[in-house]
């Protein structure tokens, strides 16, 4: 089946989600997360018949503040969590894809185009007791870049700093 575009969204979403996750992701990543990925529920006009659809669109929005496990558990009980819990990474810094609104030479007419947007965020992992989580790396990369993290693992930007050895 391929996937249709309208105004810049397609149909082909880069997450399904089962159970409130994103199946087969690197990171859990809760539905709830949706609109951050820019998957949104769309209007639709075919043959003069409206529906709904959901479709993909490349705005990109994680932010400040947003906590991200690479396990289910990581967001029950804390006990349970940190027993499950291999990584998790918190935005400390963010600004979302955006339109950017530029002339094309050639026709004269206003167009836009992608300006990607960025995350910063500390990555954690537990310490030896597995009591509580501490950071070991802090990374700066686009929008586009950190859903790829979350998706398959890739760290592709340098460490941006390392914090000194904690003792815990």
């Known amino acids: ?3 249709s575009v309208s105004r810049g969204r397609s149909t ?4 399904t989600f089962e159970d409130g996750f ?41 932010s400040e503040g947003q906590i991200l496990y690479d396990s289910k558990q990581g967001y029950s009980n804390w006990h349970d969590a ?5 990584i998790a990474c918190q935005i400390v810094e963010a600004k979302p894809n955006m339109p950017e609104k530029f002339v094309n030479e050639i026709t004269g007419k206003n167009n836009f185009r992608l ?13 030896a007791d597995r009591n509580k989580l501490t950071d070991v790396a802090e990374y700066h990369m686009t929008q586009n870049q950190f859903v790829r993290f979350l998706r398959f693992g890739d760290l592709e930007q340098t460490t941006s700093s390392i914090p000194e050895n904690k003792n815990g």
């Open 22 to 62: 994103a199946i087969g992701w690197h990171m859990a990543v809760r539905e709830c997360f949706k609109e951050e990925l820019d998957i949104k529920l769309t209007d639709r006009i075919k043959q003069n018949i409206s529906y709904t659809e959901w479709t993909q669109g490349s705005y990109f929005c994680f």
């Open 82 to 86: 940190m027993a499950n819990i291999n």
């Open 115 to 127: 300006s990607e947007g960025y995350v910063k965020f500390v990555l954690f992992k537990p310490n």
């Open 12 to 15: 082909e979403l880069i997450a």
């Open 1 to 3: 089946m391929k996937a």
